[in-house]
Protein backbone atom coordinates (compact mmCIF):
# COMPACT_ATOMS: atom_id res chain seq x y z
CA UNK A 1 0.00 0.00 0.00
CA UNK A 2 1.58 3.53 -1.40
CA UNK A 3 1.00 6.62 0.49
CA UNK A 4 -2.15 8.67 0.43
CA UNK A 5 -2.57 12.43 1.18
CA UNK A 6 -5.69 13.80 1.99
CA UNK A 7 -6.55 18.00 2.27
CA UNK A 8 -9.77 19.61 3.42
CA UNK A 9 -10.37 23.40 4.03
CA UNK A 10 -11.26 24.55 7.88
CA UNK A 11 -14.93 25.35 8.01
CA UNK A 12 -15.90 28.26 9.91
CA UNK A 13 -13.32 30.87 10.18
CA UNK A 14 -14.36 34.90 10.71
CA UNK A 15 -13.42 37.18 8.76
CA UNK A 16 -9.62 37.54 10.44
CA UNK A 17 -8.54 41.68 11.65
CA UNK A 18 -5.43 43.46 12.69
CA UNK A 19 -4.67 41.81 16.06
CA UNK A 20 -6.42 38.99 15.91
CA UNK A 21 -4.78 35.97 17.57
CA UNK A 22 -4.72 33.38 14.45
CA UNK A 23 -3.45 30.57 16.50
CA UNK A 24 -6.73 30.82 18.74
CA UNK A 25 -8.64 31.22 15.37
CA UNK A 26 -6.79 28.22 14.16
CA UNK A 27 -6.69 26.17 17.35
CA UNK A 28 -9.84 23.30 16.60
CA UNK A 29 -8.05 21.94 13.11
CA UNK A 30 -8.56 18.54 14.65
CA UNK A 31 -4.69 18.09 14.11
CA UNK A 32 -2.80 14.67 14.12
CA UNK A 33 1.04 14.49 14.36
CA UNK A 34 2.14 14.74 10.97
CA UNK A 35 -0.41 17.11 9.47
CA UNK A 36 0.27 19.92 7.55
CA UNK A 37 -1.49 23.26 7.41
CA UNK A 38 -1.57 25.91 5.02
CA UNK A 39 -2.43 29.19 5.32
CA UNK A 40 -3.66 31.79 2.56
CA UNK A 41 -0.94 34.40 3.19
CA UNK A 42 -3.61 37.32 3.28
CA UNK A 43 -5.06 36.26 7.12
CA UNK A 44 -1.49 36.13 8.54
CA UNK A 45 -0.86 39.96 6.68
CA UNK A 46 -4.46 41.00 8.12
CA UNK A 47 -3.82 39.13 11.91
CA UNK A 48 -0.23 41.15 11.59
CA UNK A 49 -1.65 44.08 10.22
CA UNK A 50 1.03 43.84 7.57
CA UNK A 51 -1.73 46.51 5.46
CA UNK A 52 -1.48 50.11 3.84
CA UNK A 53 -3.93 52.45 3.44
CA UNK A 54 -4.30 54.15 0.51
CA UNK A 55 -4.85 57.76 2.13
CA UNK A 56 -1.86 58.14 3.85
CA UNK A 57 1.08 56.94 0.83
CA UNK A 58 3.01 59.47 -0.66
CA UNK A 59 3.42 59.03 -4.20
CA UNK A 60 7.17 59.50 -5.64
CA UNK A 61 8.51 60.04 -9.15
CA UNK A 62 8.78 56.72 -10.32
CA UNK A 63 5.69 55.33 -8.82
CA UNK A 64 3.63 58.56 -10.71
CA UNK A 65 5.64 57.44 -13.85
CA UNK A 66 4.84 53.85 -13.88
CA UNK A 67 1.25 54.20 -12.66
CA UNK A 68 1.21 56.89 -15.70
CA UNK A 69 2.32 54.26 -18.27
CA UNK A 70 0.50 51.52 -16.82
CA UNK A 71 -2.72 52.99 -16.05
CA UNK A 72 -2.67 51.88 -12.14
CA UNK A 73 -3.54 54.26 -9.02
CA UNK A 74 0.15 55.68 -8.51
CA UNK A 75 -0.58 55.43 -4.85
CA UNK A 76 -0.64 51.63 -5.55
CA UNK A 77 2.21 51.76 -7.14
CA UNK A 78 4.26 53.53 -4.71
CA UNK A 79 2.98 50.27 -2.43
CA UNK A 80 4.30 48.33 -4.69
CA UNK A 81 8.00 50.04 -5.09
CA UNK A 82 8.04 49.76 -1.30
CA UNK A 83 7.66 46.14 -1.34
CA UNK A 84 10.20 45.74 -3.97
CA UNK A 85 13.74 45.12 -3.84
CA UNK A 86 13.66 45.24 -7.85
CA UNK A 87 10.96 45.76 -10.30
CA UNK A 88 11.91 42.69 -13.28
CA UNK A 89 9.26 44.06 -15.48
CA UNK A 90 6.75 46.60 -16.39
CA UNK A 91 4.86 45.80 -19.60
CA UNK A 92 1.22 45.95 -20.25
CA UNK A 93 0.03 46.74 -17.24
CA UNK A 94 1.78 44.17 -15.23
CA UNK A 95 4.51 44.88 -12.62
CA UNK A 96 6.73 41.68 -12.20
CA UNK A 97 8.76 42.94 -8.84
CA UNK A 98 11.32 41.02 -6.74
CA UNK A 99 10.18 41.71 -3.07
CA UNK A 100 13.14 42.60 -0.09
CA UNK A 101 11.96 38.27 1.19
CA UNK A 102 13.23 37.88 -2.45
CA UNK A 103 9.55 36.68 -3.93
CA UNK A 104 9.21 36.98 -7.91
CA UNK A 105 5.54 37.73 -8.29
CA UNK A 106 3.10 40.70 -9.88
CA UNK A 107 3.30 43.68 -7.55
CA UNK A 108 5.09 42.49 -5.06
CA UNK A 109 2.60 40.92 -3.81
CA UNK A 110 -0.12 43.99 -3.09
CA UNK A 111 -3.49 43.18 -3.17
CA UNK A 112 -6.85 45.14 -2.90
CA UNK A 113 -8.98 42.65 -3.17
CA UNK A 114 -9.78 40.60 -0.05
CA UNK A 115 -8.76 43.70 2.62
CA UNK A 116 -10.51 44.60 5.52
CA UNK A 117 -11.94 47.82 3.59
CA UNK A 118 -12.16 49.70 1.17
CA UNK A 119 -9.10 51.88 0.47
CA UNK A 120 -6.54 49.44 2.06
CA UNK A 121 -3.87 47.15 0.52
CA UNK A 122 -2.42 43.91 1.50
CA UNK A 123 0.93 43.39 1.47
CA UNK A 124 2.80 40.37 2.06
CA UNK A 125 3.71 39.57 5.86
CA UNK A 126 7.44 40.74 7.29
CA UNK A 127 8.83 37.67 7.53
CA UNK A 128 6.83 34.77 6.58
CA UNK A 129 9.06 31.97 7.84
CA UNK A 130 8.66 33.66 11.28
CA UNK A 131 5.23 34.12 11.30
CA UNK A 132 4.56 30.53 10.40
CA UNK A 133 7.30 29.11 13.00
CA UNK A 134 5.35 31.24 15.74
CA UNK A 135 2.07 29.66 14.17
CA UNK A 136 2.91 26.19 14.51
CA UNK A 137 4.13 26.73 18.12
CA UNK A 138 0.98 27.85 19.50
CA UNK A 139 -1.10 24.67 17.54
CA UNK A 140 -2.07 21.65 19.33
CA UNK A 141 0.24 18.95 17.79
CA UNK A 142 2.96 21.47 16.30
CA UNK A 143 1.22 20.47 12.90
CA UNK A 144 3.96 21.81 9.79
CA UNK A 145 2.64 25.35 9.20
CA UNK A 146 2.68 26.80 4.92
CA UNK A 147 1.83 30.38 4.50
CA UNK A 148 0.90 30.21 0.77
CA UNK A 149 0.06 32.70 -1.82
CA UNK A 150 -1.02 32.26 -5.68
CA UNK A 151 2.04 33.19 -8.05
CA UNK A 152 1.73 33.40 -11.71
CA UNK A 153 4.26 31.73 -13.47
CA UNK A 154 6.99 32.11 -16.65
CA UNK A 155 5.63 30.76 -19.46
CA UNK A 156 2.09 29.15 -18.36
CA UNK A 157 -1.17 30.84 -17.77
CA UNK A 158 -2.87 30.90 -14.79
CA UNK A 159 -2.01 30.83 -11.02
CA UNK A 160 -0.92 28.42 -8.66
CA UNK A 161 0.18 28.42 -4.98
CA UNK A 162 3.10 28.36 -3.71
CA UNK A 163 4.83 28.43 -0.28
CA UNK A 164 6.10 32.03 0.74
CA UNK A 165 6.83 30.70 4.55
CA UNK A 166 7.26 27.64 5.89
CA UNK A 167 7.97 25.53 9.36
CA UNK A 168 8.82 22.33 9.79
CA UNK A 169 8.07 20.99 6.31
CA UNK A 170 10.80 19.88 3.82
CA UNK A 171 10.96 22.79 1.50
CA UNK A 172 13.06 20.63 -1.16
CA UNK A 173 13.37 16.93 -1.05
CA UNK A 174 16.34 16.34 -3.08
CA UNK A 175 17.04 13.24 -5.38
CA UNK A 176 20.15 14.44 -6.27
CA UNK A 177 22.60 10.90 -6.41
CA UNK A 178 19.47 8.74 -5.81
CA UNK A 179 19.15 5.81 -8.49
CA UNK A 180 16.84 4.70 -10.73
CA UNK A 181 16.44 0.59 -10.24
CA UNK A 182 18.83 0.42 -13.54
CA UNK A 183 21.50 2.04 -11.12
CA UNK A 184 21.42 5.09 -13.23
CA UNK A 185 21.63 7.93 -11.76
CA UNK A 186 18.31 10.06 -11.24
CA UNK A 187 18.18 13.58 -13.35
CA UNK A 188 18.94 15.97 -11.12
CA UNK A 189 15.92 16.46 -9.31
CA UNK A 190 14.88 17.77 -6.52
CA UNK A 191 11.27 17.98 -5.47
CA UNK A 192 9.82 21.57 -3.86
CA UNK A 193 7.56 19.64 -1.06
CA UNK A 194 6.15 22.87 0.06
CA UNK A 195 5.26 23.99 -3.12
CA UNK A 196 3.04 21.48 -4.08
CA UNK A 197 1.55 21.18 -1.10
CA UNK A 198 0.48 24.47 -1.29
CA UNK A 199 -0.38 23.32 -4.91
CA UNK A 200 -3.19 20.60 -3.41
CA UNK A 201 -4.42 22.95 -0.71
CA UNK A 202 -5.37 25.10 -3.25
CA UNK A 203 -7.45 22.45 -4.83
CA UNK A 204 -9.93 22.59 -1.93
CA UNK A 205 -10.19 26.29 -1.02
CA UNK A 206 -13.05 28.43 -2.13
CA UNK A 207 -11.27 31.44 -2.18
CA UNK A 208 -14.71 33.78 -2.30
CA UNK A 209 -16.13 31.65 1.25
CA UNK A 210 -13.28 32.42 3.62
CA UNK A 211 -11.44 29.00 3.01
CA UNK A 212 -8.30 30.18 3.89
CA UNK A 213 -6.46 27.32 5.74
CA UNK A 214 -6.48 23.92 4.92
CA UNK A 215 -4.96 20.55 6.36
CA UNK A 216 -2.67 18.43 4.39
CA UNK A 217 -2.35 14.96 5.93
CA UNK A 218 -0.44 12.14 4.70
CA UNK A 219 3.16 14.31 4.64
CA UNK A 220 4.09 13.23 8.07
CA UNK A 221 7.68 12.12 6.08
CA UNK A 222 8.19 15.47 5.32
CA UNK A 223 7.24 16.80 8.79
CA UNK A 224 10.45 17.67 10.86
CA UNK A 225 10.16 18.64 14.77
CA UNK A 226 12.54 21.04 13.74
CA UNK A 227 10.99 24.14 11.77
CA UNK A 228 14.26 24.08 9.40
CA UNK A 229 15.26 26.65 7.02
CA UNK A 230 12.04 27.69 5.91
CA UNK A 231 11.01 28.90 2.51
CA UNK A 232 14.24 30.94 2.02
CA UNK A 233 15.75 27.30 1.14
CA UNK A 234 13.06 27.67 -2.46
CA UNK A 235 15.12 31.54 -3.24
CA UNK A 236 17.23 31.11 -6.17
CA UNK A 237 19.52 33.48 -5.30
CA UNK A 238 19.75 36.84 -8.26
CA UNK A 239 23.25 35.64 -9.47
CA UNK A 240 21.95 32.01 -10.19
CA UNK A 241 19.05 33.09 -12.15
CA UNK A 242 18.51 32.70 -15.62
CA UNK A 243 15.32 35.02 -16.21
CA UNK A 244 16.10 38.35 -14.74
CA UNK B 1 -18.79 20.56 4.88
CA UNK B 2 -16.27 21.54 2.17
CA UNK B 3 -14.30 19.65 -0.38
CA UNK B 4 -11.80 16.93 0.09
CA UNK B 5 -9.09 15.89 -1.94
CA UNK B 6 -7.36 12.47 -1.78
CA UNK B 7 -4.67 11.35 -3.74
CA UNK B 8 -2.82 7.58 -3.74
CA UNK B 9 -1.00 6.33 -6.37
CA UNK B 10 -1.79 2.99 -8.19
CA UNK B 11 0.70 -0.13 -7.29
CA UNK B 12 2.51 -2.88 -8.78
CA UNK B 13 2.31 -1.57 -12.63
CA UNK B 14 5.12 -3.54 -14.38
CA UNK B 15 7.83 -1.45 -16.08
CA UNK B 16 5.89 -0.31 -19.03
CA UNK B 17 7.87 -1.22 -22.95
CA UNK B 18 7.42 0.55 -26.13
CA UNK B 19 4.19 -1.08 -27.58
CA UNK B 20 2.26 -1.81 -24.45
CA UNK B 21 -1.53 -1.16 -24.00
CA UNK B 22 -1.20 1.65 -21.13
CA UNK B 23 -5.16 1.95 -20.76
CA UNK B 24 -4.81 -2.29 -19.89
CA UNK B 25 -2.13 -1.81 -17.84
CA UNK B 26 -3.94 1.24 -15.78
CA UNK B 27 -7.77 -0.46 -15.80
CA UNK B 28 -7.91 -1.61 -12.68
CA UNK B 29 -7.40 1.72 -10.48
CA UNK B 30 -11.17 1.46 -8.81
CA UNK B 31 -11.90 4.65 -10.73
CA UNK B 32 -14.92 6.44 -10.00
CA UNK B 33 -17.23 9.26 -11.99
CA UNK B 34 -15.35 12.21 -11.70
CA UNK B 35 -12.03 10.76 -10.64
CA UNK B 36 -8.45 12.22 -12.21
CA UNK B 37 -5.72 10.24 -13.63
CA UNK B 38 -2.66 11.62 -13.22
CA UNK B 39 0.14 9.77 -15.35
CA UNK B 40 4.00 10.38 -15.10
CA UNK B 41 4.68 11.03 -18.74
CA UNK B 42 7.69 8.20 -18.91
CA UNK B 43 5.35 5.69 -19.37
CA UNK B 44 3.29 7.55 -22.31
CA UNK B 45 6.29 7.82 -23.62
CA UNK B 46 7.48 4.69 -23.26
CA UNK B 47 4.41 3.01 -24.38
CA UNK B 48 4.69 5.04 -27.55
CA UNK B 49 7.85 4.58 -28.25
CA UNK B 50 9.05 8.11 -27.91
CA UNK B 51 12.34 7.02 -27.23
CA UNK B 52 15.59 7.60 -29.46
CA UNK B 53 18.97 5.49 -29.25
CA UNK B 54 21.86 7.81 -28.40
CA UNK B 55 23.94 5.12 -31.28
CA UNK B 56 21.96 6.36 -34.59
CA UNK B 57 22.32 10.14 -33.70
CA UNK B 58 24.07 12.78 -36.04
CA UNK B 59 25.63 15.42 -34.27
CA UNK B 60 25.13 18.64 -36.27
CA UNK B 61 27.55 21.71 -35.24
CA UNK B 62 25.11 23.41 -33.12
CA UNK B 63 25.01 20.58 -30.98
CA UNK B 64 28.79 19.86 -31.17
CA UNK B 65 29.54 23.46 -30.04
CA UNK B 66 26.78 23.46 -27.29
CA UNK B 67 28.16 19.90 -25.89
CA UNK B 68 31.97 21.31 -25.88
CA UNK B 69 30.55 24.69 -24.17
CA UNK B 70 28.76 22.63 -21.32
CA UNK B 71 30.39 19.43 -21.00
CA UNK B 72 26.96 17.38 -22.42
CA UNK B 73 27.08 14.55 -24.84
CA UNK B 74 27.24 15.77 -27.91
CA UNK B 75 24.69 13.23 -29.22
CA UNK B 76 22.14 14.04 -26.38
CA UNK B 77 22.56 18.14 -27.20
CA UNK B 78 21.57 16.47 -30.70
CA UNK B 79 18.13 14.95 -29.49
CA UNK B 80 17.19 18.25 -27.17
CA UNK B 81 18.02 20.40 -30.32
CA UNK B 82 15.45 18.02 -32.04
CA UNK B 83 12.85 18.23 -29.89
CA UNK B 84 13.40 22.14 -29.11
CA UNK B 85 11.38 25.09 -31.14
CA UNK B 86 13.94 27.20 -29.38
CA UNK B 87 16.97 27.36 -26.66
CA UNK B 88 16.28 30.10 -24.70
CA UNK B 89 19.16 29.91 -21.97
CA UNK B 90 22.29 27.45 -22.39
CA UNK B 91 23.92 28.85 -19.56
CA UNK B 92 25.85 26.34 -16.49
CA UNK B 93 25.76 23.26 -18.78
CA UNK B 94 21.51 23.86 -18.26
CA UNK B 95 19.67 24.14 -21.11
CA UNK B 96 16.27 25.79 -21.51
CA UNK B 97 14.25 25.56 -24.81
CA UNK B 98 11.07 25.42 -25.92
CA UNK B 99 9.84 22.79 -27.33
CA UNK B 100 7.87 21.82 -30.37
CA UNK B 101 4.65 21.38 -28.04
CA UNK B 102 5.57 25.04 -26.41
CA UNK B 103 6.79 23.92 -23.01
CA UNK B 104 9.54 26.05 -21.77
CA UNK B 105 11.74 23.13 -19.83
CA UNK B 106 15.09 22.19 -19.04
CA UNK B 107 17.00 19.85 -21.82
CA UNK B 108 13.57 19.92 -23.91
CA UNK B 109 12.36 17.52 -21.84
CA UNK B 110 14.35 14.58 -22.94
CA UNK B 111 15.57 12.42 -20.38
CA UNK B 112 18.18 9.65 -19.84
CA UNK B 113 17.44 8.13 -16.82
CA UNK B 114 14.62 5.50 -16.47
CA UNK B 115 15.01 4.93 -19.96
CA UNK B 116 14.19 1.39 -20.40
CA UNK B 117 17.79 0.31 -21.58
CA UNK B 118 21.14 2.09 -21.87
CA UNK B 119 21.59 4.52 -24.03
CA UNK B 120 18.17 5.42 -24.92
CA UNK B 121 16.31 8.72 -24.17
CA UNK B 122 12.86 9.23 -23.11
CA UNK B 123 11.29 12.11 -24.92
CA UNK B 124 7.88 13.99 -24.23
CA UNK B 125 5.14 12.56 -26.21
CA UNK B 126 4.32 13.68 -29.36
CA UNK B 127 1.24 14.79 -29.34
CA UNK B 128 0.29 14.71 -25.27
CA UNK B 129 -2.68 16.08 -25.14
CA UNK B 130 -4.23 13.42 -27.51
CA UNK B 131 -2.23 10.91 -25.47
CA UNK B 132 -3.85 11.59 -22.45
CA UNK B 133 -7.68 11.52 -24.89
CA UNK B 134 -6.58 8.71 -25.96
CA UNK B 135 -6.07 7.12 -22.59
CA UNK B 136 -9.29 8.42 -20.91
CA UNK B 137 -11.66 7.24 -23.67
CA UNK B 138 -10.10 3.43 -22.49
CA UNK B 139 -10.55 3.82 -19.04
CA UNK B 140 -13.83 2.59 -17.07
CA UNK B 141 -15.79 5.48 -16.08
CA UNK B 142 -13.53 7.57 -18.57
CA UNK B 143 -11.33 9.45 -15.29
CA UNK B 144 -10.32 12.83 -16.68
CA UNK B 145 -6.74 11.81 -17.79
CA UNK B 146 -3.19 14.09 -16.65
CA UNK B 147 0.02 13.65 -18.25
CA UNK B 148 3.05 15.27 -16.23
CA UNK B 149 6.21 16.01 -16.16
CA UNK B 150 8.42 17.73 -13.76
CA UNK B 151 9.75 21.02 -14.76
CA UNK B 152 11.85 23.63 -12.84
CA UNK B 153 11.26 27.05 -12.38
CA UNK B 154 11.59 30.27 -13.06
CA UNK B 155 13.50 32.33 -8.95
CA UNK B 156 12.57 29.30 -7.44
CA UNK B 157 14.80 26.11 -6.60
CA UNK B 158 13.00 22.75 -6.94
CA UNK B 159 10.57 21.11 -9.43
CA UNK B 160 6.69 20.71 -9.54
CA UNK B 161 5.55 18.54 -11.43
CA UNK B 162 3.11 20.17 -14.11
CA UNK B 163 0.53 18.74 -16.84
CA UNK B 164 1.68 18.45 -20.22
CA UNK B 165 -1.14 16.52 -21.61
CA UNK B 166 -4.72 16.41 -20.40
CA UNK B 167 -8.50 14.82 -21.32
CA UNK B 168 -11.23 16.26 -19.22
CA UNK B 169 -9.85 18.49 -16.64
CA UNK B 170 -9.89 22.14 -16.64
CA UNK B 171 -7.07 23.64 -17.09
CA UNK B 172 -7.20 26.76 -15.95
CA UNK B 173 -10.29 27.78 -13.42
CA UNK B 174 -10.53 31.39 -14.52
CA UNK B 175 -12.26 34.25 -11.50
CA UNK B 176 -11.56 36.85 -13.11
CA UNK B 177 -14.77 39.11 -12.69
CA UNK B 178 -15.94 37.46 -9.54
CA UNK B 179 -15.75 39.43 -6.53
CA UNK B 180 -15.07 39.11 -2.87
CA UNK B 181 -17.27 39.23 0.15
CA UNK B 182 -17.32 42.84 -0.30
CA UNK B 183 -17.99 42.96 -4.03
CA UNK B 184 -14.76 43.93 -4.83
CA UNK B 185 -13.46 42.35 -8.36
CA UNK B 186 -11.12 39.62 -7.05
CA UNK B 187 -7.42 40.19 -8.23
CA UNK B 188 -7.53 38.91 -11.88
CA UNK B 189 -6.95 35.07 -10.99
CA UNK B 190 -6.85 31.90 -12.99
CA UNK B 191 -6.27 29.45 -10.92
CA UNK B 192 -3.71 26.54 -13.02
CA UNK B 193 -6.50 23.33 -11.37
CA UNK B 194 -4.17 20.90 -13.43
CA UNK B 195 -0.83 21.73 -12.72
CA UNK B 196 -1.79 22.09 -9.18
CA UNK B 197 -3.70 18.45 -9.49
CA UNK B 198 -0.29 16.90 -11.22
CA UNK B 199 1.60 18.89 -8.22
CA UNK B 200 -0.72 17.18 -5.48
CA UNK B 201 -0.17 13.93 -7.32
CA UNK B 202 3.39 14.37 -7.20
CA UNK B 203 3.13 13.88 -3.51
CA UNK B 204 2.17 10.19 -3.08
CA UNK B 205 4.49 8.97 -6.06
CA UNK B 206 7.76 7.29 -5.20
CA UNK B 207 10.07 8.02 -8.25
CA UNK B 208 11.97 5.21 -7.63
CA UNK B 209 9.55 2.88 -7.00
CA UNK B 210 7.26 2.96 -10.24
CA UNK B 211 4.83 4.49 -8.94
CA UNK B 212 3.56 6.88 -12.37
CA UNK B 213 0.30 6.48 -11.64
CA UNK B 214 -1.63 8.39 -9.29
CA UNK B 215 -5.73 8.71 -8.36
CA UNK B 216 -6.94 12.12 -7.16
CA UNK B 217 -10.40 12.25 -6.22
CA UNK B 218 -12.20 15.62 -5.42
CA UNK B 219 -11.97 17.44 -8.23
CA UNK B 220 -15.11 15.94 -9.52
CA UNK B 221 -16.34 20.03 -10.35
CA UNK B 222 -13.62 20.15 -12.59
CA UNK B 223 -13.92 17.55 -14.46
CA UNK B 224 -16.46 17.68 -17.96
CA UNK B 225 -17.58 14.99 -19.93
CA UNK B 226 -15.98 17.08 -22.89
CA UNK B 227 -12.15 16.32 -23.16
CA UNK B 228 -11.63 20.26 -23.67
CA UNK B 229 -8.68 22.39 -24.93
CA UNK B 230 -6.22 20.42 -23.22
CA UNK B 231 -2.54 21.51 -21.69
CA UNK B 232 -2.18 23.91 -25.31
CA UNK B 233 -4.80 25.97 -23.61
CA UNK B 234 -1.81 26.59 -20.55
CA UNK B 235 0.88 27.97 -23.01
CA UNK B 236 1.54 31.52 -22.77
CA UNK B 237 2.32 32.98 -26.25
CA UNK B 238 5.84 33.33 -26.73
CA UNK B 239 4.77 37.50 -27.72
CA UNK B 240 2.61 37.71 -24.60
CA UNK B 241 5.85 36.36 -22.49
CA UNK B 242 7.53 38.89 -20.39
CA UNK B 243 10.93 35.98 -19.78
CA UNK B 244 11.78 34.89 -23.25
Do not use: M
Request: hydrophobic residues 45%.
Amino acid sequence: VGLRLEAWALQGLPEVRPGDDLAALLRDGGYEPGDVLVVAHKIVSKAEGALRALDGVAVGDRARELARDHGKDPRLVQVILDESAAVLRAERGVLICRTHHGFVCANAGVDASNAPEDGTLVILPRDPDASARALRAALPHRPAVVIADSFGRAWRHGQCDVAIGIAGLTALDDWRGRRDPRGLELRATAIAVADEAAAAADLVRDKVSREPAVVVRGLARHVSDDDGPGAAALLRPPAEDLFL
